[in-house]
């Protein structure tokens, strides 16, 4: 069965004066495809991320997402045509509540109009409802119905997400392993098509990473989301990513299946050496 | 199920409460006006005055987190606009001796809500403009520039004789603020950004504080909303400008005046009462005006001890400066801290205390 693409890297270059931090990098992400990002500290994960959600212009190439090309967009806009993105160091609204830290993401639901209109040249259902919402929230007129709406609409979220106990407690009360969850959840009230996650494991003890992946996986089905994620944690990647891409120094040394990636010798040199030193 | 326990009043019964609470308060202030004399009635308005200084700051620098000292720049712009345009023709010919009034100031004259309401425009698009450029700098750097700001305003000031009569200052201005005024726009201030606070846009605004790129990933457009939050901030500076020039009836580019004196007390203020709380910055107001009055018994000769101690002017400020070092070093976050003092807040207060019986 031939799926949608949904996010098209195109021969991206990410340079940095002299330093080429990701170099002539190509990739396809399917509908609902749960892809894993893995290489060496350093091998520019992270930069493929900013780059997609458009932190970082990139020097050379394009970014498409959704037939949509995305190159060079504000990160709000891209966030509200549907890329969600989580931290690999946890960035959540500390002082606000986990409720808060949720109804946030649903911001741009009042604002983002000019990029609703590339959704909508593009065929897709537009998200912005009403206008006005600046005047409308001072003047609390029609206000109300939103505010009732968006936290109805977190509610449900985190009764998915098993958050609810936890609604009213400040974000950085938090145990570290709910902070992580609280930061995809945060992500997922987004409303994305495509969610990238940065490290969710790191710093998990083996029972919690357990229950990530079964997270990970349950989101993906609940949510219809495609999946890309960062991790150093070879556990995860091993189990529960379809399809793996290997970088090295910018490039893309590897791809394909865990069993596939796991025998290739590129991926041993990478992360082993070459064995001139043995 | 969700266990919650913070529970919430419902709107309505807020409103009620709100309306309740401000009918009590033009009450009391009808009492002070007819009871007071004078002096007290004075500080009462000054009281007013600052608390729209401080909430509009504490919107800028507390809740949106950007670090603007340049309150007193826009507090400037509306006291000059509003002072100009409030003047009468012949007042204005008296004052500005060294070189005549530019035109179209020297014959128009309008009424004192106008001009202050002008005023505050005035202050909002030169925040825009200012803003515009220099919210992309953060912490450290915007400040000094918005600092910098300031200070070219009243340099300015100073020198545009023609408009604004230089270092003579403007003088004679009717005493139009009187306890109504202030109190008046500061409800108007605090229902205007008590509910953008409480909206989705206080959360955005707050999210921006916590951290700016979090936010920008999470689909905040970032300078838009913290030029937004500048800019309103501003036009209320602007409105507290034009009803200190009309509490002072006289108006002069000093730095105590209309300078980095100015910014720094609100900064006080508002540090006092604990940055990003609105009923913070109200405490930190009222304390600061009544304090800074009250303090002018230790400039008259007194006995401590039994030891006669003469009088020395200045002795209030280096009190004051001691009483808000006390005070910080045992409220680390200021009296509120960041949380407010609400209905609901109120309300959870006394069910905790019953809770505990």
Redesign the interface.
């Known amino acids: 069965m031939e799926r949608e693409t949904v996010l098209k890297l195109d021969n991206v270059t990410m340079q940095f004066g002299g330093l080429v931090a990701v170099g002539d990098f190509d990739m396809n992400l399917e509908d609902g495809e749960l892809v894993g990002l893995i290489g060496p500290n350093g091998a520019g994960k992270t930069t493929v991320f900013n780059v997609i959600t458009g932190i970082y212009t990139p020097t050379k190439g394009k970014v498409i997402f959704r037939g949509i090309d995305i190159t060079g967009l504000p990160p709000h806009y891209i966030t509200h045509l549907g890329i969600a993105r989580t931290f690999q160091n946890i960035r959540l609204f500390g002082d606000m509540t986990v409720m808060e830290n949720v109804l946030v993401s649903q911001h741009h639901k009042l604002e983002e109009r000019h990029a609703d209109k590339i959704l909508q040249k593009h065929g897709f259902e537009p998200k912005v409802v009403g206008k006005g919402w600046f005047w409308k929230s001072i003047l609390k007129l029609g206000y109300f119905e939103m505010e009732r709406r968006m936290i109805r609409e977190a509610e449900e979220l985190l009764e998915k997400v098993e958050l609810s106990d936890l609604a009213y407690e400040k974000a950085s009360a938090l145990p570290y392993g709910m902070q992580r969850k609280l930061e995809i959840a945060r992500a997922l009230a987004t409303e994305p098509k495509l969610l990238l996650l940065d490290e969710p494991a790191a710093g998990m003890n083996p029972h919690e990473t357990e229950e990530l992946m079964e997270f990970i996986k349950k989101i993906r089905d609940d949510f219809n989301l495609t999946i890309l994620l960062i991790e150093h944690d070879m556990k995860v990647v091993m189990g529960i990513c379809e399809r793996i891409v290997v970088m090295d120094y910018g490039r893309i040394i590897s791809k394909g299946t865990p069993a596939e990636v796991r025998n290739d010798p590129k991926v041993v040199e990478a992360y082993l050496g070459d064995g001139s030193y043995a | ?6 529970r919430k009043l419902p ?1 309505r019964m807020k409103v009620f409460l709100t309306i309740i609470f401000v009918l009590f308060m033009i009450l009391m202030l009808f009492l002070a006006q007819k009871k007071l004399d004078t002096y007290w009635i004075r500080i009462l308005t000054l009281i007013g005055i600052y608390g729209i200084m401080a909430v509009s700051l504490t919107f800028i620098n507390g809740i949106t987190g950007i670090f603007s000292l340049g309150h007193s720049g826009f507090i400037a712009i509306g006291a000059y606009t509003s002072a100009l345009l409030t003047m009468s023709i012949q007042q204005k010919q008296m004052s500005f001796f060294l070189k005549p009034l530019i035109w179209p100031l020297n014959s128009i004259q309008l009424d004192f809500l106008s001009a202050t309401i002008i005023a505050g425009v005035m202050a909002a698009i030169l925040a825009y403009l200012i803003g515009y450029p220099s919210l992309r700098l953060t912490g450290d750097y915007l400040a000094i520039t918005t600092l910098g700001f300031s200070e070219i305003v009243r340099i300015l000031i100073l020198n545009m004789i023609s408009v604004t009569n230089g270092p003579l200052g403007l003088k004679g201005l009717e005493e139009y603020t009187n306890i109504w005024w202030p109190w008046g726009w500061l409800l108007v201030t605090v229902l ?1 950004i008590g ?2 606070v409480s ?3 206080g ?2 605004l ?2 921006i504080r ?2 700016p ?10 300078t838009k909303h913290q030029l ?1 939050a500048f800019v309103v901030g501003a036009f209320f500076a602007g409105i507290s400008g034009s009803l200190y020039a009309h509490w002072l009836t006289t108006i002069d580019p000093r730095p105590q005046t209309v300078g980095i004196l100015l910014t720094f007390n609100i900064l006080i203020m508002i540090v006092l009462g604990g940055l990003g709380s609105i009923t913070g910055a109200l405490f930190g107001a009222a304390i600061f005006a009544i304090l800074s009055e009250w303090l002018r018994i230790v400039e008259t000769p007194f006995k401590l001890f039994g030891i006669q101690i003469p009088a020395i002017s200045g002795m209030r400020l280096l009190v004051l400066s001691t009483i808000f070092i006390i005070v910080m070093l045992t409220w680390r976050r200021g009296i509120m801290g ?1 949380s407010e003092l609400t209905w609901d807040s109120i309300y959870n207060f006394f069910l905790r205390l019953r809770r505990k019986q």
């Open positions: 199920m969700i266990t919650v326990l913070y709107t205007v509910s953008l909206s989705s846009y959360r955005a707050k999210a916590e951290d790129i979090a936010a920008k990933a999470m689909g905040i457009n970032v937004t960041r």
